[in-house]
Nanobody
């Protein structure tokens, strides 16, 4: 299984970015895929995910109303649209898959992508 992220970069506060995660070795609708992020000195935080079990979408309180998770099944790719970005969103963003549909804690993750840096300036 391989997850390859892209789309990170530097943006001013209030701007937008879209992250992509191309998966290989799995069929994404069959698993819970989503995004974590990690700032220096902080633990990895579950940002958003899409459940394969009931189709529900999870968003951390800090991103609700600003971030949207989506997927393109034929392309086997998951996206994270990030709008109205804030400096506190600055982090390395990781695509992640949980084979058991659990989420929220990094210990539930079975495969990680390499990460993509998102930097939001004032």
């Amino acid at each position: 299984v391989q997850l390859v992220e892209s789309g990170g970069g530097v943006v001013q506060a209030g701007g937008s970015l879209r992250l992509s995660c191309a998966a290989s070795g799995i069929i994404i609708p069959n698993y819970r895929l989503g995004w974590f992020r990690q700032s220096p000195g902080q633990a990895r935080e579950g940002v958003s995910s899409w459940s394969s079990y009931d189709g529900s979408k999870y968003y951390a309180d800090s991103v609700k109303g600003r971030f949207t998770i989506s997927r393109d099944n034929p392309k086997n790719t998951v996206y994270l649209q990030m709008n109205n970005l804030k400096p506190e969103d600055t982090a390395v963003y990781y695509c992640a898959v949980s084979y058991g549909d659990s989420w929220g804690d990094a210990e539930y993750i079975d495969t990680w992508g390499q990460g993509t840096q998102v930097t939001v300036s004032e």
